[in-house]
């Protein structure tokens, strides 16, 4: 659990903000995203030592698992919906250009129709960039296992079809909401075309461009400017 970072045998010895912090004065790593912190940790700090770090991407990755505080309560999250819209809105506030990821659960024993058209109207309707949708499965020797209103695996194929096909109506609107600008893309890999490499800017879009082995593992100023049809930005190296 990433932002109880500190905990030693139940105390608090340290925290993530003392954490980032540190890294953040790191000179050799240019590079450091949060990949993954939940909203009740997530705090207005954090958020502001990465809104004027040079370091931090602008790139939040944080877990929400349900738009029902029902369905929350029953999973024993240490949050629910109104914290979530209030962590959401203070990043877009401070890093307007910040790339919001979430992870969602469907299926959750007792999960009705009602509540997930409750999660699906609450993600459609925060500015966030995509989703990383998981089925619920059952474990062995959790409490969850043990609950009742069981739902069915043809119900939970079809709700996670559904959030699937809003992450990418999501992260399409996000990359247009970004074309014409100019960041800073990380150059990483060789495309499934031999002839492109692929790289993230600062904000995670995934982008595309012609191949230069040369360019493998730099960062490099890039235009981005036409999205394709599979989802990665092309446009043009920009010279300093």
């Known amino acids: ?10 105390k608090r010895k340290f925290t993530f903000l003392d954490l980032v912090k540190k890294l953040d004065e790191v000179k050799n790593v240019e590079r450091f995203r949060i990949s993954s912190i939940e909203p009740n940790l997530l705090t207005n700090e954090i958020i502001g030592l990465v809104a004027n770090s040079n370091r931090f991407m602008p790139h939040f990755h944080i877990p929400l698992q349900s738009g029902s505080d029902e369905i929350l309560k029953r999973m024993r999250r240490r949050y629910l919906t109104n914290l979530y819209e209030d962590r959401v809105e203070e990043i877009t506030t401070n890093l307007p250009d ?4 979430v992870d969602v659960i469907v299926g959750f024993p007792g999960e009705t129709d009602e509540e997930f058209n409750k999660t699906y109207q609450f993600l459609n309707e925060l500015p966030i960039s995509y989703l990383h949708v998981f089925t619920y499965s059952e474990r062995e020797n959790t409490p969850a296992a043990e609950m009742d209103e069981v739902v069915p695996k043809d119900i939970r194929a079809k709700r996670s079809k559904m959030l699937h096909i809003l992450s990418d109506k999501k992260r399409r609107a996000f990359y247009e909401s970004q074309l014409g600008n100019i960041r800073p893309v990380l150059v990483e890999r060789n495309s499934k075309d031999p002839n492109t490499l692929e790289g993230f800017t600062d904000n995670y879009v995934r982008v595309t461009l012609p191949f230069d082995e040369t360019l493998i593992n730099t960062i490099v100023q890039f235009k981005l400017e036409k999205i394709s049809p599979d989802l990665l930005v092309l446009g043009s190296i920009v010279m300093n």
């Open 1 to 10: 659990n990433t932002g109880d970072y500190g905990l030693i045998d139940g």
């Open 98 to 101: 910040a790339c919001i990821g």
